[in-house]
């Protein structure tokens, strides 16, 4: 007998523990999003050229993040215990991204934009109908997610130094945080 999946596989219903996982993952990804951008703000300044685009994207995720703070608490899920990890592990992402460079911190947003595309298409997949207020969050956000993308490749991410080990990196830690956040 196999271990049991994290989320249903295609065509079966999504149960109310998988739910609160999503939202549980969904809500500390969010938050270690904005936190990777402080950081990168705070090596970067409010002059350099790009932190008004990287601002932007930051009040983004802090918007989807009090969304599925919401959510959390109207549907009695618990938050990950790992929010004071991801606040430390966000921050020195950022920062040390923004220190290698502006292509840097771009190809960060671009790696970790990328895997959050392919977590929230698994977690649509999963919900279908069942959940339509949970279904339109993500799709939503999935939406900027993908802006965020564009918007960082656009500003020289595929250009930064070593970019297909960095992204490669970054997009491994992303799994990874996921990975620990369903469950802890």
């Not at 771009?106 to 069942?130: F, N």
Request: aromatic share 4%.
């Amino acid at each position: 007998m196999s271990a049991p999946r994290d989320f249903p596989r295609p065509g079966r219903k999504a149960t109310a523990q998988q739910r609160s996982s999503m939202l549980r993952v969904d809500q500390a990804g969010e938050f270690g999003a904005a936190r990777i951008y402080a950081g990168q703000l705070a090596v970067m300044g409010d002059r350099h050229p790009d932190s008004r685009v990287i601002a932007g994207m930051q009040a983004q995720e802090e918007r989807h993040r009090r969304i599925f703070d919401a959510m959390i608490v109207d549907r009695g899920v618990r938050p990950t215990a790992l929010r004071p990890i991801w606040n430390v592990a966000g921050f020195a992402l950022g920062a040390v991204t923004a220190a290698i460079g502006p292509r840097a911190a771009m190809a960060c947003t671009a790696a970790i934009e990328t895997e959050i595309d392919r977590h929230y298409g698994e977690q649509l997949e999963s919900l279908g109908a069942d959940d339509p207020e949970l279904t339109a969050t993500i799709a939503d956000f999935q939406a900027e997610e993908l802006e965020h993308r564009d918007i960082a490749i656009a500003h020289g991410a595929e250009q930064a130094i070593a970019y297909p080990l960095l992204s490669g990196a970054i997009r491994l830690g992303c799994r990874a945080a996921i990975a620990l956040s369903k469950r802890i």
